[in-house]
Each structure stands twice: as C-alpha cells, then as structure tokens.
C-alpha cells in the first residue's frame, strides 16, 4: 500500500479545514465581537495508529477510507454555550457534508469524556478530481480539552485498563473540569467585557 499517496487527501483537508475554522475566528475579530472559537488544531492519525484500529473494528486495508478520524480537528471553546454555536456554523457551511454527529456533553461517557464530535465528508480537489474523505472535527472547551489531553495519556500507559483508583480521580476530575465550566459560563458576560476592554488598549500604542 502507498501510504503517501492514500493519506496526502486527508493532509490536505485538514490544512484547508484549518484555513477556514481560523478564517471564522478571524471574521468575529474583524467585527469585534466575541468569538465562538478560541483555537483550532488538527492532525492526521499516525500510520501505526491507524493500523491499530483497523485491527481492533476488523477494517480491512482495501475499506481505510471508511475510518471517519484519519483526519481530525479540534476546536478548542472557551465556554460550553460556544460549542452550540460552532456546530450550528458548521451545520450552515456548504463547502462539507454533515455525516453524523456525537453529543459527549449531553451525555458524557462513562469515563467522565465531554466533547462534541461532528463527522463530516469533506471534498478535496486533486489532479485527478474530486475526492471526498471523512473527518471528524471535536468541540470542546479548554476545561474538558485539558481533562481529555491527561486521560489519553494515562489510556497509553494503562493501556485502556485503568487502577480503580486512577478511573475514580478522573471521574472525580472530570466533575471538577464541567463544574468549572458551568462557573465560568455563570459569568461569562464579565468575562467578555474585561477581553473587549484587554484588546481595545491592545489596539492603541502605549505611552513611553
């Protein structure tokens, strides 16, 4: 299998995929107004990782191109509410398909995981025509984004087979991580101010 050849689509969708989520961001500075999004990353899963999952959900090599997280974004929100409003732009852009869509913050997963998962099918445009792949995109904000980043480390170690007493400190942290979201979200409007009132001296030079 060519390797370079089969991921180089997904590559580029998540460099132009990227483009565009920072270009969102960009709009909302533009009209000084608060922006849903805080930042944007993205990756494409490793040759050994994926390997390893098509191993685990028995996907042949010939049927890759079903895995729906070879490419993956994440949208990092600083507020719960925010992550409604980027599922809703992403819902209204007609430059990608809407495949499926995963509440993990309605409905958290036992371990104590929040995010919000969007698969979509996205057309990448190659010498050869169009080609669409499937990526996933997660929202989340900065609280469960930090709780999620420690988990998946600890999942490597443990491999998947966590200590009791590891499983409860997550779940404890995991509490911990959506109560301060839910304080945050409580004076959310404070906090926007004090950021619009932080970049508008940001907009002027200080004296000497």
Same mark, same amino acid.
């Given at each position: 299998?060519?390797?370079?050849?089969?991921?180089?689509?997904?590559?580029?969708? /998540?460099?132009?995929?990227?483009?565009?989520?920072?270009?969102? =961001?960009?709009?909302? #500075?533009?009209?000084?107004? &608060?922006?849903?999004?805080?930042?944007?990353?993205?990756? /494409?899963?490793?040759?050994?990782?994926?390997?390893?999952?098509?191993?685990?959900?028995?996907?042949?090599?010939?049927?890759?191109?079903?895995?729906? !997280?070879?490419?993956?974004? =994440?949208?990092?929100?600083?507020?719960?509410?925010?992550?409604?409003?980027?599922?809703?732009? @992403?819902?209204? =852009?007609?430059?990608? #398909?809407?495949? #499926?869509?995963?509440?993990?913050?309605?409905?958290?997963?036992? +371990?104590?995981?929040?995010?919000? &998962?969007?698969?979509? +099918?996205?057309?990448?445009?190659?010498?050869?025509?169009?080609?669409?792949?499937? %990526?996933?995109?997660?929202?989340?904000?900065?609280?469960?984004?930090?709780? %999620?980043?420690?988990? &998946?480390?600890? $999942?490597?170690?443990? $491999?998947?087979?966590?200590?009791?007493?590891?499983?409860?400190? @997550?779940?404890?942290? %995991?509490?911990?991580?959506?109560? @301060?979201?839910?304080?945050?979200?409580?004076?959310?409007?404070?906090? =926007? !101010?004090?950021?619009?009132?932080?970049?508008?001296?940001?907009?002027?030079?200080?004296?000497?």
């Amino acid at each position: 299998m060519n390797w370079e050849e089969f991921l180089e689509p997904y590559r580029q969708a /998540v460099e132009e995929l990227k483009i565009k989520l920072k270009g969102i =961001r960009r709009q909302f #500075e533009l009209e000084k107004t &608060h922006s849903s999004i805080e930042f944007v990353t993205g990756r /494409v899963k490793p040759i050994a990782s994926i390997l390893d999952k098509a191993k685990q959900k028995n996907i042949p090599l010939n049927e890759l191109h079903t895995m729906y !997280d070879i490419a993956g974004l =994440r949208i990092m929100c600083q507020f719960v509410d925010d992550i409604k409003k980027v599922v809703e732009l @992403l819902r209204n =852009r007609n430059d990608l #398909e809407i495949v #499926e869509e995963k509440d993990y913050i309605s409905h958290k997963k036992a +371990s104590g995981y929040r995010s919000y &998962h969007v698969i979509i +099918s996205y057309p990448v445009q190659t010498i050869h025509g169009e080609k669409k792949v499937l %990526a996933e995109i997660q929202i989340r904000t900065l609280a469960m984004n930090f709780w %999620a980043t420690i988990e &998946h480390s600890l $999942n490597y170690k443990y $491999n998947g087979q966590f200590p009791e007493d590891i499983q409860f400190r @997550l779940q404890r942290a %995991a509490e911990a991580a959506f109560l @301060l979201d839910e304080e945050m979200s409580q004076i959310r409007e404070e906090i =926007r !101010d004090a950021q619009r009132f932080f970049s508008s001296k940001k907009d002027y030079p200080q004296d000497a």
